[in-house]
T-cell receptor
Framework: DTGVSQDPRHKITKRGQNVTFRCDPI?????LYWYRQTLGQGPEFLTY????????KSRLLSDRFSAERPKGSFSTLEIQRTEQGDSAMYLC???????????????FGNGTRLTVT | SQELEQSPQSLIVQEGKNLTINCTSS?????LYWYKQKYGEGLIFLMM?????EEKSHEKITAKLDEKKQQSSLHITASQPSHAGIYLC?????????????FGTGTLLAVQP
């Protein structure tokens, strides 16, 4: 079990540029989540996948954000035309529905810290 | 609006002291998770509570979910510097969205040697 892996760990970009982050979940996990966290706040839900299907997307997520999980394994989160307000830690988590319990814990990666200048 | 309230927002204790962090919801909790986060890192899963009155322990950390399932507490006994970090409670089941985990704002814990 290598855990949830996120790449890159840090990204600095200029306003208006596009950025893409990658998340590799724990291999046997079929659910994958994206969260955003700003300083002093708890993680804020963005979207989640079950296998390759995107089942829920936050209403707070603007059209500039898009996430994919094409083969039900790794996922990418793209932000187009970045704004300074997008600066945050982007966290990925995965879980399994096969544990036999109603709610399975989410396992988080170490995040990608985005700074938009 | 934030649906999970954590108190206190921050806490400084001396090593060896006990402490309690609370997580309160205005709605019934169907699953309550406790996580710990070191600054700049991801969240580490501590415990999950589902049943009213449930209590779980791991090493020196004990978490309880009250009978009405609207409040949870996290208690650390004989705190150590390794306990320092941000403690976050998370809940599922809000508004029928059973798969979405919503977090509180967190409690920052510092332990002075």
């Amino acid at each position: 079990d290598t855990g949830v892996s996120q790449d890159p760990r840090h990204k600095i970009t200029k306003r208006g540029q596009n950025v893409t982050f990658r998340c590799d979940p724990i291999s046997e996990h079929n659910r994958l989540y994206w969260y955003r966290q700003t300083l002093g706040q708890g993680p804020e839900f963005l979207t989640y996948f079950q296998n390759e299907a995107q089942l829920e997307k936050s209403r707070l997520l603007s059209d500039r954000f898009s996430a994919e999980r094409p083969k039900g394994s790794f996922s990418t989160l793209e932000i187009q035309r970045t704004e300074q307000g997008d600066s945050a830690m982007y966290l990925c988590a995965s879980s399994s529905t096969m544990t036999g319990t109603s709610y399975s814990p989410l396992h988080f990666g170490n995040g990608t810290r985005l700074t938009v200048t | 609006s934030q649906e999970l309230e954590q108190s206190p927002q921050s806490l400084i204790v001396q090593e060896g002291k006990n402490l309690t962090i609370n997580c309160t919801s205005s709605k019934t909790l169907y699953g309550l998770y406790w996580y710990k986060q070191k600054y700049g890192e991801g969240l580490i899963f501590l415990m999950m509570l589902q049943k009213g009155g449930e209590e779980k322990s791991h090493e020196k950390i004990t978490a309880k979910l009250d009978e009405k399932k609207q409040q949870s507490s996290l208690h650390i006994t004989a705190s150590q510097p390794s306990h320092a970090g941000i403690y976050l409670c998370g809940a599922v089941g809000y508004g029928g969205a059973t798969n979405k985990l919503i977090f509180g704002t967190g409690t920052l814990l510092a332990v002075q040697p």
